[in-house]
């Protein structure tokens, strides 16, 4: 039998060798599973280390988490351990398990089951291949729904007809796989995603797992392709009843981030996701914002960023003015979450809005004072609120170049004084 394992990273390879070599030391029989079985397949790098256990799952981590010198976490109820190596390679074991739900939408119910089991439970045929790891089989794939050639073929396909009604977050998935592979829903499965969605069987999710999943998809390397064919499919109703996409903007906004994205000063950011969302919902009023944030629970952070929508449209005016200080744009901007000054930037394609941000977010952010409170109360000043005030005063000049060594600060306060 064929070895699919062979051409995998080193280093990854090496610690999967070591998990086999355990369970086999400790009888236990040991696959890889899910995504990264399908990624192996199609040739693409993948780290998430899902590894179903036909044995005593705590017994061993305890093990691993010696040898491989990594931090353990046991979840005695649910019968998993993660593992956590030093490299950030995340390990997650599990026992083989069947699930049942007792309504659409619920969390399942978790029983031990067999490995045909622990497949079958899976979203999707590609998506429910195995790949032993143990010495007498190691690296050979098990596809008992023919997965394999579902991926050749490049399609998405449910394991049964209740598997939409079960689960109705697989909607979101189906749409992300599909436009992340370029592969296409089946047939019968588009057929059964489709009546999921008329019946409105996302009610059956508490808003705050389905907008776990409709997150993912607004974290995939290109989003719009995703949106596209929720929209074409009706699948917005979960953000509101009347909800309909721009998908123009956030196109638009799309290929301002992309552009963004090749910045030194931008590239290291992670909050894109949140921009798309703000594209997103910005044609929504602000209580439908707000209604929206606490329904899927939106961090605090998350929540203060679409109500700052508001705010955009008279900053884009500001801007527009033939000429402002740069102490006028940091006004504007510092009180302004991350993600809203992004989408800003993204928003337009005027370029004297990119330089004015640019310049905020490389330079004038990161300005400060050489001077402080101690340096004042040395000239007289102790009252706080006056103390404050004068503090920005001077860091407004200095923002505007009109200063720049701490003396020119002292000379500054004492004149302001």
Known sequence: MKNYLVNIDKRFLDV????????????????????????ILLKKKNYDLDIVIEGNVKKLAQSLAKKLKAKAIFYEQFGTATLNLENKLRIDLVTVRKESYARSGALPNVKLGTLRDDLFRRDFTINAMAM?????????????????????HGKIRVLHDKSFIDDPTRILRAVRFEQRFQFHIERHTLSLLKKAIKNKLTDNVTPTRYFVEFKKMLCEKSPVPNLRRLKGLGGFYFLHPQFKINLRH???????????RRKSMYKDQNQWWMVYLLAIVTHLSGDQRKGFGKKVHLRREEAKSLAQLEDCSEIMKQFLRKSLKRSEILKMLHSLEESVIFYLRAKTNQQQSHQYIDRYWSVDKNVQLSISGEDLKQIGLHEGKKMGRMLNEIYYHKIDKHIQTKQEELKLAKQLY
Request: glycine share 10%; no cysteine; charged share 25%.
């Open 16 to 39: 999967i060798k070591k998990i086999g070599q355990e369970s086999d030391r400790q009888k236990m029989s040991a696959y890889i599973v899910g995504g990264i079985v399908r990624d």
């Open 250 to 260: 956030v196109n638009a906004v799309h290929q301002n981030i992309q552009k963004m």
């Open 132 to 152: 032993g790891i143990n010495h007498s089989n190691f690296g050979h794939l098990i596809d008992l729904f023919n997965g394999k050639e579902d991926i050749r």
